[in-house]
């Protein structure tokens, strides 16, 4: 079964270190989304790609985050300097297009501590 | 913004229980999707309803898509322990270019052997 890999799954990072994370997409997914999971909480969308271009990045704090998807495919998400408050669950899916719920699949994530 | 109320928070109960929760919003949505997410992993897509009024099976979960397409409710029949986890449900206007999914907060269920 086809998955989204993520990696690493774990990171511990101390605050004002700069951490980065990176997503694999299903083979022909053009859509990509990263999404940040407080713990106790639902997911909420960070940044959205259709192919290489942002289609959605209104959430994300462009101070600190940055995302790209150079070449249409696997992703990164960095977060420059981390703060304690970026501590969560980074998760990453794809789905075959935007707005399209077929197919929509979820990494295993990333789990950011910053200390 | 669009916000997706889910309940309950948590629920504890025995194995063989049924269990059912729900979720609503102010705002019209033409997907409903259903979630589970175990601890350290990401979530994993239970049913998805794509048309009001749906009633969709799998398994022991059963899910329905609220005519008002305002609300979804989830079913799960005779529990058992590996049942135990979190769940979500989410909703999402397709046919555009966004295509972000919106949350609830989860449903924790901890079932007793």
């Known amino acids: 079964e086809a998955e989204v890999a993520q990696s690493p799954r774990y990171k511990i990072t101390e605050k004002s270190q700069a951490v980065a994370f990176w997503c694999d997409p299903i083979?022909?997914?053009?859509?990509l989304y990263w999404y940040r999971q407080i713990l106790g909480q639902g997911p909420e969308l960070l940044v959205q790609?259709?192919?290489?271009?942002?289609?959605?990045d209104s959430q994300l704090p462009k101070d600190r985050f940055s995302a790209e998807r150079l070449k249409g495919v696997d992703s990164t998400l960095k977060i420059q300097p981390a703060e304690l408050g970026d501590s969560a669950m980074y998760l990453c899916?794809?789905?075959?297009?935007?707005?399209?719920?077929?197919?929509?699949?979820f990494g295993s994530g990333t789990r950011l501590t910053v200390v | 913004g669009q916000q997706l109320n889910q309940s309950p928070q948590s629920m504890f109960i025995q194995e063989g229980e049924d269990v059912s929760m729900n979720c609503t919003s102010s705002?019209?949505?033409?997907?409903w999707l259903w979630y589970k997410q175990d601890p350290g992993e990401g979530p994993v897509l239970l049913i998805a309803?794509?048309?009001?009024?749906e009633l969709t099976s799998n398994g022991r979960l059963t899910a329905q898509f609220g005519i008002t397409r305002k609300d979804s409710f989830l079913n799960i029949s005779a529990s058992i322990p590996s049942d135990v986890g979190i769940y979500f449900c989410?909703?999402?206007?397709?046919?555009?270019?966004?295509?972000?999914?919106?949350f609830g907060k989860g449903t924790k269920l901890s079932v007793k052997p």
């Open positions: 083979s022909g997914h053009a859509t």
């Open positions: 899916a794809s789905s075959f297009s935007a707005g399209q719920p077929y197919g929509y699949t």
């Open positions: 705002s019209i949505f033409n997907t």
């Open positions: 309803l794509y048309k009001a009024g």
């Open positions: 790609f259709q192919d290489e271009s942002v289609v959605d």
């Open positions: 989410a909703a999402l206007n397709y046919g555009g270019s966004q295509g972000n999914l919106i």
